[in-house]
């Protein structure tokens, strides 16, 4: 009796877990914070954005171990500003994804520095002002 009880209540803990409501918690923010930006919202609202979101914020914070302080704090702050972007998007879908493409691509580039090690700072460099460039 006793282990059916652990085993039933291990399975309803389980099954909360995957009926938990999509988008309860994005990993680059909390959904349930009291103030949160329409394009916050929209993502929160939105399991595949906030999978992508979280996804992303995994692999940024996979870099800020692999950098050197003032690559980390290059990339802070372009990580600001494409959030500045993002949400410029408000509640836009199409927009959002969009800007989740760009920054995928931006980190994949990031990744091929991070690998060629003789020539690293340079390309990052290259990689965030050309990232900036377009920007403008």
């Known amino acids: ?3 059916t009880l652990t085993a039933g209540l291990a399975g309803l803990a389980a099954l909360a877990l995957v009926a938990a409501p999509s988008g309860v918690s ?8 009291p103030r949160l930006e329409q ?8 399991g595949q954005l906030s999978r992508i979101d979280e996804q992303l914020a995994r692999r940024l914070a ?4 692999r950098v050197t302080l003032g690559q980390y704090l290059g990339l802070r702050y372009w990580h600001f500003r494409w959030r500045e972007a993002r949400n410029g998007c408000q509640d836009d879908r199409p927009c959002l994804a969009a800007t989740y493409r760009a920054q995928s691509r931006l980190l994949d580039g990031l990744d091929l520095c991070l690998d060629t090690s003789a020539r690293r700072r ?3 460099q290259a990689t965030l002002g050309e990232r900036e460039a377009q920007r403008r």
């Open 1 to 3: 009796m006793h282990g």
């Open 26 to 33: 994005a990993a680059s923010f909390d959904c349930r914070a």
């Open 39 to 46: 394009a916050e919202k929209a993502i929160c609202a939105d």
């Open 62 to 65: 996979g870099f800020t171990r």
């Open 122 to 124: 340079a390309c990052l």
